[in-house]
């Protein structure tokens, strides 16, 4: 999972797309935000907000105590690893949840007004200011982890699903060794954009600032070098001749259970017989 979103909100590390992951997988997820807890309240963030202080991102109370216990591993010598793989355990998750690395990566959105870290462009500011640049603070220094070179031993098959490929994906994939690691796996794409146009988040606005077109081309030439099998939707008016990979098309929006299953079942179509 990438890590370079994370940030630190009251002495407590927040790890957005692992949270978020965890509380999928433990049935705990507000399905109609797709982040924090189902039935939350807001107690610890509205006494904070009556103090004079505004945090960063809207904290749940119970989402907040997954943060403290996470930054007490970490005060205690636990890698963020072993950390997540704790508290996975605790929360009864039986599927491996890991962490790109243990090493501290930022992204940071360069931007007319200044240098914003990606939380305060998407979430303070959502996703308004212009971006010119995109920029991955420590990704020099991430590596891989142990159990991320036991999990790919496991394994025969990547699927990277329809995430932004700039700041969700790309994190990952910058880690030093990752890509040498996806490479020799069969791997699917799953691509975010319909043709030009993301379907959810700031995908569009980032690609255009890092030099990639802002499409489903596009996104594939991202993953050129890794990929095997491109997925895109069925909507998707762009003619396959125009991709440099093996194009699948599929009804990729997910809406409901039944049509992210649907699509599931697809990948796995694909990768029968690998």
Same mark, same amino acid.
Request: hydrophobic share 40%.
């Given at each position: 999972?990438?890590?370079a979103?994370?940030?630190w909100?009251m ?5 957005p ?5 965890l509380y999928?997988?433990s049935?705990?997820?507000?399905k109609?935000?797709?982040w924090g ?6 107690h ?13 991102l809207?904290?749940?109370d119970?989402?907040?105590?997954l943060?403290?216990v996470?930054?007490t591993?970490?005060?205690k010598g636990?890698?963020?690893t072993?950390a997540?793989?704790?508290i ?6 039986e599927?491996?949840?890991?962490p790109?690395?243990?090493?501290k990566?930022?992204?940071? =959105?360069?931007? #007319?007004?200044?240098?914003m870290h990606f939380q ?5 500011? /959502? +996703?308004?200011p212009?971006v !010119?640049?995109v920029?991955?603070?420590g ?5 891989l982890t142990?159990q ?10 990547? =699927?990277?699903? #329809?995430?932004n490929?700039?700041?969700s994906?790309?994190p990952i994939?910058?880690? /030093? +060794?990752m890509?040498?690691l !996806? ?7 799953v691509?975010?954009l319909?043709?030009?146009k ?7 606005k980032?690609?255009?600032?890092c030099g990639?077109?802002?499409s489903?081309?596009g ?5 050129e070098?890794?990929?095997d099998y491109f997925?895109i939707?069925?909507r998707?008016?762009?003619k396959s001749?125009?991709f440099?990979i093996?194009v699948i098309?599929?009804?990729t ?5 039944e049509r992210?299953?649907?699509l599931?079942?697809?990948i796995?179509?694909i990768?029968?017989?690998?």
């Amino acid at each position: 999972m990438n890590t370079a979103d994370d940030i630190w909100v009251m002495g407590n590390l927040v790890c957005p797309d692992l949270d978020t992951v965890l509380y999928l997988l433990s049935d705990k997820l507000d399905k109609e935000k797709w982040w924090g807890v189902e039935g939350d309240t807001f107690h610890t963030h509205e006494a904070l907000s009556e103090l004079g202080f505004e945090e960063p991102l809207m904290l749940g109370d119970r989402d907040r105590a997954l943060h403290i216990v996470r930054t007490t591993f970490l005060s205690k010598g636990y890698t963020l690893t072993q950390a997540t793989i704790k508290i996975a355990k605790q929360m009864g998750i039986e599927q491996t949840v890991l962490p790109m690395c243990d090493e501290k990566v930022d992204t940071f =959105v360069e931007t #007319p007004e200044g240098r914003m870290h990606f939380q305060e462009f998407w979430v303070a500011r /959502k +996703g308004e200011p212009c971006v !010119v640049g995109v920029h991955h603070e420590g990704i020099e220094d991430a590596k891989l982890t142990y159990q991320i070179l036991k999990a790919f031993r496991r394994t025969k098959c990547v =699927v990277i699903g #329809p995430s932004n490929p700039i700041t969700s994906i790309g994190p990952i994939l910058h880690v /030093k +060794g990752m890509r040498k690691l !996806v490479k020799k796996k069969t791997t699917v794409v799953v691509s975010p954009l319909i043709g030009k146009k993301a379907v959810s988040g700031p995908a569009e606005k980032l690609m255009r600032a890092c030099g990639v077109e802002s499409s489903s081309v596009g996104v594939s030439q991202l993953y050129e070098d890794v990929a095997d099998y491109f997925v895109i939707d069925v909507r998707d008016e762009t003619k396959s001749t125009e991709f440099a990979i093996d194009v699948i098309r599929a009804d990729t929006l997910m809406v409901s259970k039944e049509r992210s299953i649907s699509l599931a079942k697809e990948i796995l179509s694909i990768l029968e017989g690998v």
